[in-house]
């Protein structure tokens, strides 16, 4: 338990019907009742997780500042595990900040960002990957991204991670009993040490199979609609977007810059971008747009090739798949409702490998699904279900992948004959990178890094 009572206002800035500014520590109630007023007196110590009505005073006078509910959570069964008082108010951004000032006038001091729930964390309220998908849960853009971080703040993730990591001690406990008393303690066989290795590799490695997945519904991922001028770049995007949002015309080179949209596909937050029509022009104006369209195509995380069904594959389209080679690409041949001139087997040679194809109209609406669909998996991947357990952080998937590799020396030494006091050694590199996901073997600096992430107030 820390010593010093912190305070922040704990709701988003701007007007809202209801605001709250909260406060925890040995002093919090003593605070809060140095700014709440009512006729009645409040019992000593109040009722834990009972509302109060009364109202809050101007700190400096006294006299009457808003109506207020005040909220005890009595230690420890508060969210930081201390004394924890919430005050509720109207949602002006002026009477917050008179109660916050307040607060910190009667002995608080304003909370660092995310040192609520560090607190909750260092007082066993929450382990570190829980309190790493509250901020998750924050920040989610898409109901898929918010059932992972739920998951992961209901401990589905900290579960399993402590079962691996209980293996391994188990494991550890019996290969040193046995190297501190050899007279009365037998060896696991070496044959048990690497296949009990193996079963927990094994584990891992299913958890790291949802890494990619788990980070693209956590942080999303760049969609860039590329082609040569008048496919249906911009028709497409407002397809997908369900919006006019691009300029369409019969006009080739309409669009002249990047247009980026965020978008909800399937759950995963994606940046939709619409570029200019990749061809060489004398158009300073186009150039400065085709120049900006093949930086995005570096960054992209996924490329839909955009053809035009209708007229097939052209020179023009030939010199763009060179640039789209060693990329992943989704190809979508539009203005089918038109014609069906675009073959599979001609795409695959230009891109010198396999890509998969569908055919859609922008203008109807036709293939639409399909699309989507086709760039979600592509995204994806296959072998993931909803009820499998994510992991999302990266973090996490580098402690994950150094017990993967520990584990691996340790099948390796143990399947070659090595002294288990060697093997022991890789064991216990695994079991503390396990240990780092949850807390139970991090560093300060780590801990300090993680919730300097979080807002003020939480």
Known sequence: ???????????????AGIGIVRTSGPRALECALALFRRPQALPAPPESHRAYYGLVVRPETGEKLDECVLTYFAAPRSYTGEDVVELACHGSNLVLATVLRGLLQAGARLAAPGEFTQRAFLNGRLDLAEAEA??????????????????????RLSREIAALRHALITLLAEIEAAIDFPEDVDPPADGEVARRAAEVRGRA???????DAGRLYREGAALVLAGRPNVGKSSLLNALLREERAIVTEVPGTTRDVIEESLNLRGIPLRAIDTAGLRETEDRVEALGVERTRAQLAAA??????????????DADRRIAEELRDRRVVVAANKADLGDAV??????????SEAPLTRLSARTGQGMEALEALVAETLLGGGITPESIWVSNARHESRLRTAQDALDRAIEASEAGFDQAAVALDLRLAAEALGEITGETVTEETISQIFARFCVGK
């Open 1 to 15: 338990m820390t010593v010093d009572t912190i305070a922040a206002i704990a709701t988003a800035p701007g007007e």
């Open 301 to 314: 995380d996924l490329v839909v090739w955009v053809l035009d069904a209708s007229e097939g594959i052209t």
């Open 205 to 211: 490695d299913a958890l790291l199979r949802t890494a």
């Open 343 to 352: 073959d599979q087997e001609a795409v695959v040679a230009l891109l010198g």
């Open 134 to 155: 509250v901020i998750d849960v924050i920040r989610a853009h898409t109901d898929a991204a918010l059932r992972i971080a739920t998951g992961q703040l209901s401990g």
